[in-house]
């Protein structure tokens, strides 16, 4: 049984259409994420899905229970969804016990003390009750506003770019925890980003939106190794696009000759034997082998850490990024043989 399901649902500001004919579902325990640059429609949708936002088409429903209509919506407070905003919207008149049990209506004392206790333990927070929200940091403010929200045990919780406003490495760390807390808690939630790093760390599957559209749903190993489309194939990470040429089940490029894929939800009726076709190449698929006959001259490089990404002039006048270790000691200029790692790649329509 879905806990959520999204039926070709339209949204609409005035006659200004942000979101049209999106279709998902997302099973029980599963964490989602809406991932997309701004504007794509992504916060409307999770709007919509709590209750805030009325549709111009399509249903949501929970559980086989019809929430939303173009000509019904559910209350908010009668969904059993909780939300976890992006300043995070703690009660500041209140301890952190007080806004962890804000919502635990109807319980006993015992009850509602046995529960924050669990909580607290859980966010790594224990003996921290007393507390009043200035006085934690914003990682520490951003598990207490997640504890408030999953401490009634809603049906599907919603999170709306919860990590936003920290820095880099904060993020990645509380993306990790907060999937960790969520399926301690076997809870069903969506997330909104930007960050398909954030989104890579929280989700089990991701839609990629843009200008409303939903252009694909899946894993992130999937969205990353087989996007639908060249879009999807830019904003979930480093993409490099060669010219090839179909023959017969391969594509002939600068580097070599590779087998493609034919995804499930892209249009391959364009594939047809000589045509010249766009290849993804991730920068990480290209290795060194003196061997190969595919010659590169080092042109640029950027220092990463572990890795240099390197800008690399084929023989043929295209240029592409490598990911190659930065213990290995490359001078610009010098010329390398290369090949990939893998020996299916995704094709593209050149347009």
């Not at 609409?12 to 964490?31: C, F, N, P, R, T």
């Not at 805030?52 to 059993?80: H, M, Q, Y």
């Amino acid at each position: 049984m879905s806990v959520l399901a999204l039926d070709r649902v339209s949204l609409a500001y005035g006659k200004q259409h942000v979101v049209e004919a999106v279709s998902l579902s997302l099973d029980d325990g599963e964490i989602a994420c809406l991932l997309g640059p701004s504007g794509c429609g992504k916060t409307t949708l999770l709007r919509a899905i709590a209750g805030f936002k009325a549709l111009s088409a399509g249903s949501i429903s929970s559980a086989n229970k019809i929430l939303s209509t173009p000509s019904k919506t559910v209350e908010p407070e009668r969904r059993r969804i909780g939300m976890v905003f992006q300043d995070f919207a703690l009660f500041p008149h209140l301890s952190v016990g007080e806004n962890i049990c804000f919502g635990l209506r109807g319980q006993s004392r015992a009850a509602k003390q046995a529960r924050l206790q669990e909580l607290m333990a859980l966010i790594g927070l224990a003996g921290n009750e007393s507390k009043y929200p200035h006085e934690l940091s914003g990682g520490q403010q951003q598990r207490v506003a997640l504890a408030r929200a999953i401490a009634p045990k809603p049906r599907l919780l919603l999170l709306d770019e919860p990590f936003s406003s920290m820095d880099v490495e904060l993020r990645s760390s509380l993306a990790k925890e907060v999937r960790a807390i969520l399926k301690h808690e076997k809870i069903t939630a969506v997330m909104v980003t930007h960050d398909q790093h954030e989104a890579f760390s929280m989700a089990d599957k991701i839609a990629v939106l843009n200008n409303g559209h939903l252009l694909q749903w899946g894993d992130a190993q999937t969205l990353y190794h087989s996007p639908s489309n060249e879009f999807v194939a830019h904003f979930v990470g480093r993409s490099n696009f060669l010219m090839g040429h179909v023959r017969g089940d391969k594509v002939e490029t600068a580097v070599g000759a590779f087998s493609y894929k034919q995804q499930s939800n892209q249009d391959t009726d364009f594939i047809a034997e000589g045509l010249l076709v766009k290849v993804l190449i991730r920068p990480e698929y290209i290795v060194l082998n003196n061997e190969s006959g595919s010659r590169a001259t080092l042109v640029t490089r950027e220092f990463l850490g572990g890795y240099y990404l390197y800008s690399l002039q084929l023989q043929n006048g295209e240029t592409v990024q490598a990911l190659l270790p930065s213990l290995a000691n490359y001078q610009l200029g010098e010329t390398i043989g290369i090949t990939l790692s893998t020996d299916k790649v995704s094709i593209f329509e050149n347009d």
